[in-house]
C-alpha cells in the first residue's frame, strides 16, 4: 500500500515570507500527485497536480517532483495570511480510478 | 465549479445505532468517494464508486456499507455504530476523464460523534 510522509508537521512564517512544503511517497508507479489546501471546518480543496518529473508553476504556487527519490515539493511565493491552512500531500495510485492516498498534512500559519 | 453536499452536517448517536450519512454531487462526474479525517491517521478511503450500482473497497472498509443508487448519490452506512467510528467524514467526487482528471471534489464534511 502506498505511503506518503509529510514534512514538516507544521510551520510558523511571516507574511511575505516562501514557504517550502515537502512529501515523499513510495511508488515509483504512482500517476499524479496532487496538494491540496483544507481551511478549519472545510473540505480540501485541489490546488496543483504534477505528473511529469521537473516543475510546473501556478500563480504563487511552484511544485516539484523528482520521481527517482520518491519526493516531491511545494513552493508558496509571498505567503498571506489567507495561506493559513492545512495542506495534503496526494497521490493518485488506482489507474483510471482516480483513487488517492493522503499524507497526514502540514499545518501552516502566516502571520502579519 | 464542482459542487458536492453532505448531510448531515452534524450526527451524534449512540453505540450500536444505525447511521446514514448522504452525499450528492451535481456535477455528472463518475467516481464518488467517501473518507474518514482522524488526527493522527490524515483522510483515509473507505468505499469509492464508479457508477450507480457500482462499489469498491477503500483502505479502511470495516464496519462501513456503502451505496450508490444514482450517478449522483453515495451513501454510507453504519449499521453497529462503534465509538471508534467517531470521526470527521468527507465525501467527493471526481471524473476520471477529461482534463482535470482526478482532482477530487470535496464537501463540507459531517462530524459524527458516537456515544
Known amino acids: 500500500q502506498e505511503k506518503v510522509q509529510q514534512s514538516p508537521e507544521s510551520l510558523i512564517v511571516p507574511e511575505g515570507a516562501m514557504v517550502s512544503l515537502n512529501c515523499s511517497f513510495s511508488d515509483s508507479a504512482s500517476q499524479s500527485i496532487w496538494w491540496y489546501q483544507q481551511h478549519p471546518g472545510k473540505g480540501p480543496k485541489a490546488l496543483i497536480?504534477?505528473?511529469?518529473?521537473g516543475n510546473k508553476k501556478e500563480g504563487r504556487l511552484t511544485v516539484y517532483l523528482n520521481r527517482a527519490s520518491l519526493h516531491v515539493s511545494l513552493h508558496i511565493k509571498d505567503s498571506q495570511p489567507s495561506d493559513s491552512a492545512v495542506y495534503l500531500c496526494a497521490v493518485n495510485t488506482g489507474a483510471n480510478t482516480g483513487k488517492l492516498t493522503f499524507g497526514h498534512g502540514t499545518i501552516l500559519r502566516v502571520h502579519p | 465549479e464542482a459542487a458536492v453536499t453532505q448531510s448531515p452536517r452534524n450526527k451524534v448517536t449512540v453505540t450500536g445505532g444505525n447511521v446514514t450519512l448522504s452525499c450528492r454531487q451535481t456535477n455528472s462526474h463518475n467516481y464518488m468517494y467517501w473518507y474518514r479525517q482522524d488526527t493522527g491517521h490524515g483522510l483515509r478511503l473507505i468505499h469509492y464508486s464508479y457508477g450507480a450500482g457500482n462499489l469498491q473497497i477503500g483502505d479502511v472498509p470495516d464496519g462501513y456499507k456503502a451505496t450508490r443508487t444514482t450517478q449522483e448519490d453515495f451513501f454510507l452506512l453504519l449499521e453497529l455504530a462503534s465509538p471508534s467510528q467517531t470521526s470527521l467524514y468527507f465525501c467527493?467526487?471526481?471524473?476520471?476523464?477529461?482534463?482535470?482528471?482526478?482532482?477530487?471534489?470535496f464537501g463540507p464534511g459531517t462530524r459524527l460523534t458516537v456515544l
Open positions: 497536480s504534477i505528473f511529469s518529473n
Open positions: 467527493a467526487s471526481s471524473d476520471a476523464w477529461g482534463g482535470s482528471s482526478y482532482e477530487q471534489y
